[in-house]
């Protein structure tokens, strides 16, 4: 499977997820208390994100909580344009996590690479400017304004998820989006009670049919901690877990906050599940792989 990047394309085979590094930029994200202090440490935070594993940065000024108000459009296409324009130069592969159309026209002359709509594309305008660049674009499953809380209570979360999303699918396509340029996300947290994320995660191969990546969004997300009653910095166990299921029912692309430890993960994974010798990347005569140092 591919996924079409303006002027790059990613090969996405199965059972080998890309991973998605969260860059927040903002100042209320939902689960990640990062602060820098200007752009300069913005920019710096997305490259460690490259070298730890990212192969894309996804970044964004408005968080999904609904307990805050969005700054406005302008603010955050001013935050935008310097940070992406400096990950791109550098080399970086960088998604935009917003619905707005203006935000997303700073983006994408900075150079991004990817629209990341968390409203389940509310404005078709969205898709026009994901045509005219040729940007790829996330289409998320959402039946919730953005910024808003609402949980409409589904018969059957799943048949919902798919029929929004070959709603939302044949709308982008209408406006000139190539297939090859789109991205599928369930939403998890989105619009939905914990039990019903579970519900979609459950039946996640289920997304299959539309013969395009799968974006598996669960770092750190309300649903893990209703599960394990664990606050948000303390859910990597749990984002793991549903990684791996998530994974093994197709997903891929992984979006995380914490991209050392899930791309460690995603090694050993496919380590363990390959044949032959394994790649080793550390060093037989590095002492510090084989015992921590004593101390005194």
Known sequence: ???????????????????????????????????????????????????????????????????????????????????????????ATVSVDTWRPRAIEVALAAGAHLINDTSGLMDPAVADLAAAS?????????????????????????????EFLRERVAV????????????????LDYAKVPQESIDVLRRLGELAEFERPILLAVSRKYFIGMLADALPQDRLSGTIAALEFGVSAGARIVRVHDVVQVSQYLRLRAALRGNGAAEML???DDDRLKWIEPKG
Not at 151 to 162: E, I, K, M, S
């Open 134 to 162: 040729g940007a790829g674009l996330v289409l998320m499953h959402t039946r919730a304004v953005p910024k808003q809380e609402h949980f409409p209570g589904y018969a059957d979360a799943v048949t919902d998820v798919l």
């Open 172 to 187: 982008a396509v209408n406006h000139g989006v190539s297939p090859e340029q789109i991205v599928i996300d369930p939403g």
């Open 1 to 91: 499977m591919q996924l079409r990047l303006r002027d790059r394309t990613l090969e996405l085979p199965a059972g080998a997820p890309i991973v998605m590094g969260i860059l927040n930029i903002g100042s209320d994200s939902v689960a990640d208390s990062s602060v820098f202090a200007d752009t300069d440490e913005q920019v710096q935070r997305g490259l460690e994100l490259v070298a730890a594993g990212a192969a894309i940065v996804d970044v964004g000024v408005l968080s999904g909580r609904t307990d805050t108000e969005p700054v406005s459009v302008a603010e955050e296409a001013a935050r935008f344009g310097p940070v992406v324009r400096a990950l791109v130069d550098a080399g």
């Open 282 to 284: 550390g060093h037989r």
